[in-house]
T-cell receptor, first 111, second 112 residues
Framework: QQPVQSPQAVILREGEDAVINCSSSKALYSVHWYRQKHGEAPVFLMI?????EQKGHDKISASFNEKKQQSSLYLTASQLSYSGTYFCGTEDSGGYQKVTFGTGTKLQVIP | DAEITQSPRHKITETGRQVTLACHQT?????MFWYRQDLGHGLRLIHY???????NKGEVSDGYSVSRSNTEDLPLTLESAASSQTSVYFCASSETAYYGYTFGSGTRLTVV
């Protein structure tokens, strides 16, 4: 079953912040985050393993609450280059390296 | 530089024809995956492989097959193409999921 992402779409002005949420009905081993620009392949941003860790990547960071089976992606001081569709992907508790992706959140940053 | 390539980039085929999409990676990754991407559905897993001669069905495997005869290639075959299989197909590979997947550039398939 695919994880559920929210919101489905968001429009930001440069410099604003955004949060994208991802939740699953299954126990999770890890959560991945990817960004896909229009007409291109998805690109890996980061992975979070169970243990409640938080990771950062420039001004993009994420958290993982394994008890709630939820992850959030935080985009701070957004830039035009952040525009794209963000996908979370989840690995079930078995950790078999098979990722199930959510339906995506389309983010548009405008000047 | 290592890479993952898909071919063709675009293909139009007729209903009922057999079609094979190629995926070739030079990362020497054991894990390879095929996803299809459709509006509103995100990326859905079709088939995957953890190594040579290993293949497994994903959530939307009906009408598709794969075979893995070497580390580099995982071709995806549509046995009898249907209009519902019109989609963008992405191949991905990984050594371990910890380092994320590397995706190919995709194949846009149209079945008419």
């Amino acid at each position: 079953q695919q994880p559920v992402q929210s919101p489905q779409a968001v429009i930001l002005r440069e410099g604003e912040d955004a949060v994208i949420n991802c939740s699953s009905s299954k126990a999770l081993y890890s959560v991945h985050w990817y960004r896909q620009k229009h007409g291109e392949a998805p690109v890996f941003l980061m992975i979070l393993l169970k243990g409640g860790e938080q990771k950062g990547h420039d001004k993009i960071s994420a958290s993982f609450n394994e008890k709630k089976q939820q992850s959030s992606l935080y985009l701070t001081a957004s830039q035009l280059s952040y525009s794209g569709t963000y996908f979370c992907g989840t690995e079930d508790s078995g950790g078999y390296q098979k990722v199930t992706f959510g339906t995506g959140t389309k983010l548009q940053v405008i000047p | 530089d290592a890479e993952i390539t898909q071919s063709p980039r675009h293909k139009i085929t007729e209903t009922g024809r057999q079609v094979t999409l190629a995926c070739h990676q030079t990362w020497n990754h054991n894990n390879m995956f095929w996803y299809r991407q459709d509006l509103g559905h995100g990326l859905r897993l079709i088939h995957y492989s953890y190594g040579v001669h290993d293949t497994n069905k994903g959530e939307v495997s009906d009408g598709y097959s794969v075979s893995r005869s070497n580390t580099e290639d995982l071709p995806l075959t549509l046995e009898s193409a249907a209009s519902s299989q019109t989609s963008v197909y992405f191949c991905a590979s990984s050594e371990t999921a910890y380092y994320g997947y590397t995706f190919g550039s995709g194949t846009r398939l149209t079945v008419v």
